[in-house]
């Protein structure tokens, strides 16, 4: 036990994880080499997180699990997010991945469209919510990452919630295309 106190191991497994009253679904999906499992998970969400017990609706994420005590790469997509993959970054540090589909796209759409709810500070909430409830699973650092819209995702989530992640990385077309403007 003083052991895994000392190595910071989450405090519950991915199949208790999994049990919480937030995970409304849970599809297995098939393995690839450096995972022991993926899945397709439906987390229940606030449709307005400054009134968390109003209105609900369910949100896709890929859990892409190796080990409570590697790292967690967190990928925001931008849209839905229809198929899963492994990210460049996930797969360079060999960790675990979390991909987020984001709300009001994909499956994840609330059953009643309520556009003001559709913002970046809402959007950024999903995510810190869902880090939130994680890091009772995944203790260690967290890297979020995302591209074009995505990207731009990550960089609301690290505005509006700072201390969330370890580091962020991503990637922005026009941004990108600047950047080799310049070099």
């Not at 931008?78 to 797969?91: F, L, P, R």
């Amino acid at each position: 036990l003083a052991v895994a106190l000392l190595q910071g191991w989450g405090t519950v497994t991915l199949d208790q994880f999994l049990s919480r009253e937030e995970v409304i679904e849970v599809r297995e999906l098939g393995q690839e080499s450096i995972y022991d499992r993926i899945l397709e998970v439906m987390i229940r969400q606030p449709l307005d997180h400054r009134n968390p017990q109003g209105k609900s609706f369910t949100q896709r994420i890929y859990i892409s699990h190796i080990d409570p005590l590697k790292p967690v790469v967190l990928v925001t997509a931008g849209y839905d997010a229809k198929y899963y993959y492994t990210s460049e970054i996930a797969n360079q540090l060999q960790c675990n991945q979390i991909m987020v589909e984001h709300r009001y796209f994909g499956r994840s759409r609330p059953d009643s469209l309520e556009w003001r709810y559709l913002d970046t500070w809402q959007a950024a909430s999903d995510h810190h919510r869902i880090i939130s409830m994680f890091k009772e699973l995944y203790p260690g650092k967290w890297i979020s990452t995302g591209i074009s819209k995505g990207g731009q995702t990550v960089m609301y989530h690290s505005m509006y919630y700072p201390d969330d992640v370890d580091a962020v990385s991503y990637t922005h077309l026009r941004a990108h295309e600047t950047v080799l403007d310049l070099v």
